[in-house]
């Protein structure tokens, strides 16, 4: 406990300087303004602005970007609510019951619940990261190389079984991202690999250029081919913002009981928050004594699963930073922002950059704070936002992504490759298959080469090594039992219902 | 507007193979080595054995199980936002960042139908100005403003 104590006291006293406070608002405030803005989700906002933290010391940047990622999840719940669009998957949820709040001429209530229950869920999720990260990273001290690769594998697995459309194009899309991760000088030999003699290429291919062609423009083509109608203006009172005291006895015991449900499900590799926005929301409606007030504007409906999207989405840093193991597309986005900063996410960072880990950690709460503090009263300029047209907007954003890849390297060839994995990315789409297992494959393609070699450099080339360390198998099995529980009919059924729902 | 006849599933698999097989093409000078010490051709060869793999099997898949067909593709969109990419990329380094962005917002103007003048001139004149000012100014990120 007094550990716990003087190790968010290093982190306060990293965090909370007025330098780095300024960061996380600024961050917060991007955040929000991106992720509020007609057809822009959460993780093409992250690939947008991560450029935009480059240039500051890591501690500043990772500040800005934690607040970035927890502004544009604001944001997208804050379109949820007030025009039911909403920005990720992770807020469809709340766009059903806060929508028809918003339509009673709550929306003001709706708003604060969905921000109050969030800030409540991120403080849980906070001192869970910081009771929890450090042990887990004893634990992570224990893996060897094999048990890495089987990590890895489970976490692969995790994002395919998550992806929409058929696991059989989950699976190859994900190998593809693998090849594309190879790219450049091999560490090991020195020898280059499909870099066509091109100097330019030797670094590999641009972390950005893949995740902005596939996130930001796939998305800009698919939303000028099926445009969405521009919204008139929005009739909401928001002058109470104040939720009623029925709403709150509603609302309140439902955000603890998604912070937990979401706590939970964020951990677990390839959880995070939309399965833990989906799952909360079911749970409340079989508990509430009145579950046909679902689906009408119950103000459970909202706190729940945005306590539970919250929480996810926070403590689906513990298995980012402690075991190095990025468990959706947005942690994956952060841990390539964290290695262009040059840190290499892991168990070192707990042991060998405390003030990093604690000060990370430390700004998690004062973003929430922030978005509380900031964004209640900025309501008004959110809601003329929303009502920009995107013909406005779009070529802006296609700057943005332009502007984003070439500044990381100034390397003209990697523009051409962000068109080139747009075009892959877009014609991917039409064949219903989701880029989130590229990206995965992508990042963790090379370490797992690397802890492939040094497992079977160790075993002398004998696979077995895999299924007779005890944390390799049982990995391994994990990762077996999801795929079966996924291809199994009776399961199956439930999950294409989710995704349909 | 293209209409592919393909199914889903067939389109995926094609692209699947092309990668599959073009791994294989341009990996093959690539040294494999064995499981113990692996070359730096090892992966690389598995993988696009494994994503030919993929592609003929779903390939076959798509023989016995239906799935939708790709449909209408509209071409507008796709191809100016791989025009605005590729003019962005050529112009950039020889002509600079405002020469090389007005280029580009002109053309995406275009991405929505015909745009109308006001819209084009605004968006043209005023977004790179914006963003010459903010990033390049601002940020100080590392581009020439012009060719000069």
């Known amino acids: 406990m007094m550990d716990l104590l003087n190790n968010l006291a290093i982190g306060f006293s990293g965090a909370a300087t007025l330098e780095n406070i300024l960061y996380a608002f600024c961050g917060c405030l991007l955040g929000t303004l991106v992720g509020v803005l007609p057809g822009i989700g959460v993780v093409p906002t992250v690939a947008m602005l991560l450029p935009l933290t480059f240039g500051i010391d890591p501690l500043s940047g990772l500040i800005m970007l934690a607040g970035i990622y927890y502004g544009a999840q604001y944001g997208g719940s804050t379109a949820a609510i007030l025009v039911r669009m909403p920005g990720e998957a992770g807020s469809i949820v709340t766009a059903i019951d806060g929508y028809e709040m918003a339509r009673k001429g709550r929306a003001g209530a709706a708003l604060s619940i969905a921000a109050i229950a969030s800030f409540f869920a991120g403080t849980v999720a906070t001192l869970l990261i910081a009771g929890f990260a450090p042990s887990l990273a004893k634990v992570a001290a224990l893996f060897h190389s094999a048990d890495y690769f089987s990590l890895m594998v489970l976490g692969l697995t995790m994002s395919i079984v998550l992806a929409h459309g058929s696991i059989f194009k989950a699976i190859a899309v994900m190998l593809i991202g693998f090849l594309f991760g190879l790219v450049g000088i091999d560490i090991n030999s020195g020898e280059q690999r499909f870099t066509f003699e091109l100097p330019e290429l030797w670094e590999g291919i641009s972390f950005l250029a893949i995740s902005i062609g596939l996130f930001g423009l796939v998305e800009v083509v698919r939303n000028l081919e099926f445009p969405e109608p521009t919204l008139g203006s929005i009739k909401t009172s928001l002058r109470d913002i104040y939720p009623t005291r029925e709403e709150v006895r509603d609302a309140a015991p439902a955000a603890v009981r998604g912070t937990l449900v979401g706590s939970i499900l964020g951990i677990l590799p390839g959880g995070g928050a939309i399965l833990a926005s989906f799952a909360s929301y079911t749970l409340e409606k079989k508990l509430s004594k009145n579950p046909a007030s679902f689906g009408k504007g119950a103000p459970a409906g909202v706190a729940a699963p945005e306590a539970a999207n919250n929480a996810g989405a926070q403590t689906s840093f513990i298995p980012l930073l402690t075991l190095g193991l990025p468990s959706n597309p947005i942690m994956a986005l952060l841990m390539g922002a964290m290695m262009i900063h040059g840190i290499a996410p892991g168990t070192a960072v707990i042991s060998d950059r405390p003030e990093l880990f604690w000060g990370l950690v430390a700004s998690m709460w004062i973003g929430n704070l922030l978005l509380v503090v900031l964004n209640l009263p900025l309501v008004g300029l959110w809601v003329k936002l929303l009502t920009i047209s995107y013909k406005l907007l779009f070529p802006a954003i296609i ?10 390297g100034g390397n003209a060839l990697q523009i051409l490759l962000l068109g080139a994995f747009t075009l892959l990315g877009y014609l991917l789409s039409r064949c219903n298959c989701e880029p989130a297992p590229m990206i995965l494959g992508f990042i963790l393609g090379p370490m797992m080469e690397e802890n492939l070699r040094r497992a079977l450099t160790v075993s002398e080339g004998d696979y077995s090594i895999f299924v007779t360390r005890p944390i390799s ?29 | 507007m293209l209409n592919v006849r393909l199914s889903q599933d067939l389109l995926a698999a094609l692209i699947f193979i092309l ?109 790179p100005a914006a963003l010459a000012v903010v990033f390049v100014l601002g940020l100080g990120l590392p581009f020439d403003l012009w060719w000069f």
Request: proline share 7%; hydrophobic share 55%; aromatic share 8%.
């Open chain 1, 399 to 408: 700057m943005f992504c332009l502007i984003g890849v070439y500044s990381e």
């Open chain 1, 473 to 501: 198998l049982s990995l391994l099995i994990m990762a077996v039992l999801l795929v079966l529980a996924v291809t199994l009919p009776g399961l199956r059924r439930s999950r294409e219902a989710v995704f349909e729902e």
């Open chain 2, 19 to 127: 990668i599959g097989s073009s791994a294989l093409w341009f990996g093959r000078m690539l040294e494999p080595g064995t499981s113990a010490e692996m070359g730096p051709g090892y992966l690389p060869r598995a993988l696009g054995w494994l994503i030919l793999g993929f592609g003929i099997i779903t390939m076959l898949r798509s023989v016995w199980i239906a799935s939708p067909r790709v449909g209408g593709i509209k071409l507008r969109p796709i191809l100016v936002v791989m025009g605005a990419v590729g003019l962005f990329a050529l112009l950039v380094e020889p002509a600079g960042f405002i020469p090389a962005s007005v280029a580009v917002v002109l053309l995406s103007t275009f991405g929505m139908g015909r745009p109308s003048l006001p819209y084009l001139l605004g968006q043209s004149i005023l977004l």
